[in-house]
């Protein structure tokens, strides 16, 4: 009955992607940015469908169960400081840029090397964030099927696509209404039935209000403000999230959008963690037996509970992955093949059509790395980490400082990636979790340096952009550009032939 039921709502959500794929009419304009028409209710929801995913469902609640409150509700507390902050510094100037992708600000900024350069590291990045929500789904379909955790990323990756590649934005927007509204009722219902049958029980020390996690190393404190800072800052170079703030209607529209996502992934987001503390004091639910949200849901929720619960984390995942499939590969196609717009009459638009073809290798990719690495959570705080040492600083002082140059932006760029992936090498976890992605075994850095690699990485990233400004100036062609940014009045998109 689970995965029937469960079946159905993924057909539902399919249904509605597929037949508003009608709306593209041929136009990548239509199919990236869903024609820059979409109203407050669809960017908002499509904004909390794309953060609250399995990864802040199925990894916050294998976090707060393991290690506390505050080690699972980061991940949905980052996302929607990241909302904030994009509501009151960021929606309404990047709305009106009339940009088609974020590489486009890097490459209006900027010049073609930093073009290039930024948006390889989003499409890095962003492949990583399409494998954690893979991850989630393929324990699902292992756990309530018995099919091979491999299949189950397989099958995942196949129904997204399947609606995906046909109606891009538009798609992804509409059907973001249905898996928003299964993933508010769902969260609803499980922890008002949470709470009803056992109470809410927080095991001592490590609730909500046991600042510990957040000020004693010995409890994970570098770690949680790492997944905060990454998430919170990090997170704001995300190219999901800011091709649906390019989709909003106006710029007013975007930033509400953003204020609303933001309340709505914090509400969900704090209650997933509290009933994963529940579940873990009341009933011992242990990581050691599969995921905490799937053992709880199978030998103790009532049945049409329990279909309601795995309906709104596929929905959510679903969401996430879509926008991460579309985005990065409109990044890859335009930003670094140098794919444009076509707009003349009686053309095809090479945009539309190379950037369905280059979803396909990045499902693959996407894939390989779900099947590698088989952890909830991590691989989203992972990908937003990269960010913030590397383009937080290109990105937010590109937009608001003059000084800003593209020798600092590749400077700046390079030393933080440089220091993450050093850091990553040499330290033996990952956010708590045993490092089998990349770890030599050395005697420099132990585990209690988890955590601070993220903030000491960032702070180099940006201390090299900074000092590299003072001592550059911009070139002709990036006075231009600040001149273009300087402008106030809405820009509309640019019309490109060839």
């Given at each position: ?7 159905l709502s ?11 794929a ?66 009151l ?40 964030l ?30 997204i ?155 959510a ?31 095809h ?62 400077v ?27 770890y ?59």
């Amino acid at each position: 009955m689970i995965i029937t039921g469960v079946a159905l709502s993924v057909a539902l959500v399919l249904a509605v992607g597929i037949a508003v794929a009608r709306k593209i009419d041929g136009d990548s304009a239509n199919y990236l940015v869903a024609g820059r028409q979409l109203g407050v209710p669809l960017v908002a929801v499509a904004l909390t469908t794309a953060a609250v995913d399995s990864n802040a469902t199925v990894g916050n609640t294998d976090l707060s169960s393991a290690y506390g409150f505050w080690a699972g509700a980061s991940l949905a507390i980052g996302l929607a400081i990241c909302l904030t902050i994009t509501g009151l510094f960021l929606a309404k100037p990047m709305n009106r840029m009339g940009l088609f992708t974020l590489g486009d600000f890097f490459a209006r900024r900027y010049n073609r090397r930093v073009e290039v350069t930024a948006s390889l590291l989003m499409v890095f990045a962003f492949t990583i964030l399409l494998a954690g929500n893979l991850v989630g789904m393929g324990f699902l379909v292992e756990y309530f099927t018995g099919m091979p955790y491999a299949v189950g990323v397989v099958l995942a990756v196949a129904l997204i696509l399947a609606y995906t590649i046909g109606g891009g934005l538009f798609s992804d927007a509409y059907a973001a209404v249905i898996q928003a509204a299964i993933t508010v009722v769902a969260t609803l219902v499980l922890f008002v039935w949470v709470a009803g049958t056992y109470g809410i029980h927080i095991p001592a020390g490590l609730g909500p209000f046991d600042l510990g996690q957040l000020t004693d190393p010995g409890q994970g404190a570098p770690i949680n403000w790492a997944t905060l800072v990454s998430l919170g800052v990090g997170d704001l170079v995300a190219i999901d999230f800011m091709q649906r703030i390019f989709a909003a209607r106006t710029p007013q529209a975007a930033q509400r959008a953003c204020f609303i996502g933001a309340g709505a992934t914090t509400v969900i987001g704090v209650a997933w963690s509290l009933i994963a503390l529940t579940a873990s004091s009341q009933l011992g639910l242990v990581l050691d037996d599969g995921p905490v949200i799937f053992q709880l849901l199978d030998g103790y929720a009532p049945a049409l509970v329990a279909v309601l619960v795995l309906s709104g984390i596929v929905a959510a995942s679903f969401s996430t992955a879509s926008g991460a499939i579309l985005a990065t590969s409109a990044v890859a196609v335009r930003n670094i093949a140098g794919v444009k717009r076509e707009v003349a009459p009686g053309h095809h638009d090479p945009l539309l059509r190379w950037t369905r073809v280059a979803m396909l290798p990045v499902v693959v990719i996407g894939a390989f790395l779900a099947v590698r690495v088989s952890q909830t959570g991590i691989l989203l705080t992972l990908a937003f980490d990269l960010m913030l040492a590397c383009l937080v600083a290109p990105f937010l002082l590109g937009l608001f400082w003059r000084g800003a140059t593209s020798t600092a932006a590749l400077v700046g760029t390079g030393v933080g990636l440089v220091v993450r992936l050093v850091f990553l090498v040499l330290t033996p976890t990952l956010y708590g979790i045993p490092n089998d992605l990349l770890y030599f075994d050395n005697q420099v850095f132990g585990a209690g340096f988890d955590g601070w690699a993220t903030l000491v990485a960032a702070a180099a990233g940006i201390v090299a952009f900074v000092l590299t400004a003072l001592v550059t100036r911009p070139h002709e062609s990036e006075e231009a550009d600040l001149a273009l940014l300087d402008r106030t009045e809405v820009l509309e998109p640019e019309l490109e032939v060839g």
